[in-house]
């Protein structure tokens, strides 16, 4: 026993022995030879994964229970300024800001949140927090600068354009109704030419009249929130709803909720407007749009159903992308823009809403915009 300690204490070659003590040995030399085998490997690992976390653009930390850092990449000391002395430190004392501590205490794991960078002026970042690992959660901050100067220019150049049209085309609206009201004598095929005109003309309105309320609703947060009462404003909609509606459609509206919404009453009429106009665009001729205002989750639900034809799976991730459209030919023939779902869109994101589709074809389409209990009120 005496040869095995100090064998196993000072190394060296396999000791004489006979008999049992022979295998016991060898089984010992196999174990210490396996477990450094596998504390090669290990090491070999961790060497590779640290530098491919180096390499990481994202700055990336290892948060603990508390909060605490336990890990961080190169990429958090150039982007967040944390050095190898923060290692234990509480994220919340190196970043200070209101708004990190709020989206951390959230645990909403959906979310990302944008802030400035401590270590570049007008440097932009944004953060979001995934859980792993039981108690760990993983801080990934990527440099999202230039991606906002590219946005913010796309922005600029959408709403210059439109306003430097929107005079011109006016003019040219009003000399085309001119001609058309003018033009009563002449043939009819001169008087369906002018029609076309104007039609077209109109759609070009409301093309950019689409693009400045969606250069409007990116350029900023929600500027203050006042108590809307959704029971009168859906009822307004509907009303003017049934007046675009064609003579056999009929527009139902159900009010299950006495829940009204804190925001802005001019962007949700906007929302609650495109949502039951888009409805009564795509349902058959006599069909029936449902527009129904019920409790949900806490918070309230708008639904808008209708009985046209459906949509394809496939079409549902894109619908609320701006000029995405599932049938450009209907598109056309209804005078759509392809911009009511991205106004839709962004309207709900900024009153911390977010909208859910649900269409199969041959059965039509539900549309829900889900208001979580931060925004809903009882009346």
């Known amino acids: 026993?005496?040869?095995?300690?100090?064998?196993?204490?000072?190394?060296?070659?396999?000791?004489?022995?006979?008999?049992?003590?022979?295998?016991?040995?060898?089984?010992?030399?196999?174990?210490?030879?396996?477990?450094?085998?596998?504390?090669?490997?290990?090491?070999?690992?961790?060497?590779?994964?640290?530098?491919?976390?180096?390499?990481?653009?994202?700055?990336?930390?290892?948060?603990?229970?508390?909060?605490?850092?336990?890990?961080?990449?190169?990429?958090?000391?150039?982007?967040?300024?944390?050095?190898?002395?923060?290692i234990g430190q509480?994220?919340?004392?190196?970043l200070r800001s209101p708004k990190f501590a709020e989206f951390l205490q959230s645990s909403n794991y959906g979310a990302t949140l944008s802030i400035a960078s401590p270590m570049a002026d007008k440097a932009e970042l944004e953060i979001r927090v995934v859980p792993y690992g039981g108690d760990l959660r993983l801080l990934i901050a990527q440099d999202v600068t230039q991606i906002r100067f590219m946005e913010r220019v796309r922005s600029d150049f959408v709403a210059n354009v439109s306003h430097e049209l929107r005079t011109p085309l006016t003019v040219l609206r009003g000399y085309v109704e001119t001609l058309g009201d003018a033009g009563e004598d002449l043939p009819e095929h001169y008087q369906k030419?002018?029609?076309?005109?104007?039609?077209?003309?109109?759609?070009?309105?409301?093309?950019?009249?689409?693009?400045?309320?969606?250069?409007?609703?990116?350029?900023?947060a929600l500027a203050g929130s006042k108590r809307v009462g959704v029971a009168a404003l859906l009822r307004s909609v509907c009303d003017e709803a049934r007046l675009l509606a064609?003579?056999?459609?009929?527009?139902?509206?159900?009010?299950?909720?006495?829940?009204?919404?804190?925001?802005?009453?001019?962007?949700?009429?906007?929302?609650f407007s495109n949502l039951i106009v888009n409805a009564l665009k795509y349902a058959s001729q006599d069909g029936e749009v449902s527009v129904r205002w019920r409790d949900g989750d806490g918070g309230a639900v708008l639904e808008v159903e209708d009985n046209g034809p459906g949509i394809a799976a496939e079409h549902l991730p894109r619908l609320t992308e701006?000029?995405?459209?599932?049938?450009?030919?209907?598109?056309?023939?209804?005078?759509?823009?392809?911009?009511?779902?991205?106004?839709?869109?962004?309207?709900l994101s900024r009153h911390h809403a977010h909208l859910e589709i649900h269409s199969e074809p041959g059965r039509g389409s539900t549309f829900s915009a889900v208001f979580p209990a931060a925004r809903a009120r009882m009346a």
């Open 322 to 347: 701006r000029f995405y459209r599932v049938d450009r030919s209907r598109s056309r023939s209804t005078g759509g823009t392809g911009l009511g779902l991205a106004i839709v869109k962004h309207v």
């Open 246 to 271: 064609q003579p056999e459609q009929t527009v139902a509206l159900h009010l299950e909720s006495e829940s009204d919404l804190l925001g802005s009453e001019s962007e949700l009429r906007s929302a």
């Open 90 to 94: 509480q994220i919340g004392n190196l």
């Open 1 to 86: 026993i005496n040869n095995i300690v100090m064998w196993l204490r000072e190394g060296g070659r396999i000791p004489q022995g006979g008999g049992i003590w022979e295998e016991i040995y060898y089984l010992i030399y196999r174990l210490r030879r396996r477990n450094k085998t596998r504390k090669k490997r290990l090491i070999e690992m961790l060497e590779r994964f640290r530098t491919a976390t180096a390499a990481l653009p994202d700055a990336t930390v290892v948060l603990g229970r508390r909060d605490e850092i336990d890990w961080f990449n190169d990429a958090a000391e150039r982007l967040l300024g944390l050095r190898k002395g923060d």
């Open 193 to 220: 030419i002018f029609r076309r005109m104007e039609e077209q003309t109109l759609r070009m309105q409301r093309l950019i009249d689409g693009l400045l309320t969606l250069t409007k609703l990116e350029s900023g």
